[in-house]
């Protein structure tokens, strides 16, 4: 049971972990939503061109990094709107699975394939395995690694990095570049699960990425635990119309999102 709920959040664990990258630079990775879909199809597609998941898997997170990181570099080359170029990016990530998929494959709906088919218990270890890895990294790097702590001090205290010769600009890079990464695999573990891509398979995953990180208040443990209560209102809204089959399907769906937005204006957690 715990095995399964931990399976479950581990997408979104991930992509907290990658948003909070982004919020200690004070550039958020608004970019994840779209992100995770495009990872999923990418990952889909990868997989039947090279007959290999863990192979697919490595080429699709280095994609996502290289495209996050080239943005990155031109937004602070021209010193954009950090804002509003991640919305640009987040609305190009959310279209190209659409597009890949209709000039790939002539179809712009739900991709299955014989080729691209896994066991519940090999992805839920391939997903709980490499989620303990990914998270003691970031802890490690966050927090013991000195570039790490550049990254922390970088949205909020520029002015020492400068002075020690660091720049903050690189740091917003390694940010997103470090969010995109992160959520390249949520979006892996999603398609993974399911043995399909479906189109926009974060389904919202995104945005809690970042309320969890808003209401965990940049603390690991804290935004953990605001996964986990979202994880649970996920599986519970996913479970309760067997019992309770007058209500809209909707209606239920949106109880993680209505959940997430009652926290977030009474800063419960």
Request: charged fraction near 10%; hydrophobic fraction near 60%.
């Amino acid at each position: 049971m715990i095995l399964n709920l931990l399976s479950f959040a581990c997408p979104l664990i991930l992509a907290s972990f990658g948003a909070l990258f982004s919020e200690y630079a004070a550039c958020l990775a608004l970019f994840l939503e779209g992100l995770i879909s495009f990872s999923a199809f990418l990952h889909y597609f990868f997989t039947l061109w090279t007959h290999s998941a863990l192979l697919a898997s490595l080429m699709t997170c280095v994609t996502s990094l290289v495209l996050v990181l080239g943005f990155s570099f031109l937004t602070e080359r021209f010193k954009t709107n950090k804002f509003i170029s991640a919305i640009a990016l987040n609305l190009f990530f959310s279209a190209l699975p659409s597009f890949l998929s209709f000039v790939i494959f002539g179809n712009r709906g739900v991709l299955t394939s014989t080729e691209y088919s896994f066991s519940p218990i090999y992805s839920k270890t391939f997903t709980l395995i490499t989620s303990l890895i990914l998270i003691i990294a970031a802890l490690l790097f966050l927090l013991k690694s000195p570039y790490g702590l550049y990254i922390r001090i970088s949205g909020s205290d520029a002015q020492v990095l400068q002075a020690k010769g660091v720049s903050p600009a690189n740091c917003r890079i390694a940010a997103w570049s470090l969010a995109a990464f992160y959520a390249s695999f949520s979006g892996i573990f999603l398609a993974m699960r399911i043995s399909s891509f479906v189109p926009n398979i974060a389904s919202g995953r995104g945005w809690m990425a970042l309320a969890a990180v808003f209401l965990g208040k940049k603390k690991p443990l804290r935004i953990l635990i605001c996964v986990i209560i979202f994880s649970c209102a996920d599986i519970f809204a996913a479970n309760i119309q067997n019992f309770l089959p007058a209500i809209p399907t909707s209606v239920l769906m949106s109880f993680p999102y209505l959940l997430v937005l009652a926290l977030i204006i009474f800063d419960i957690i």
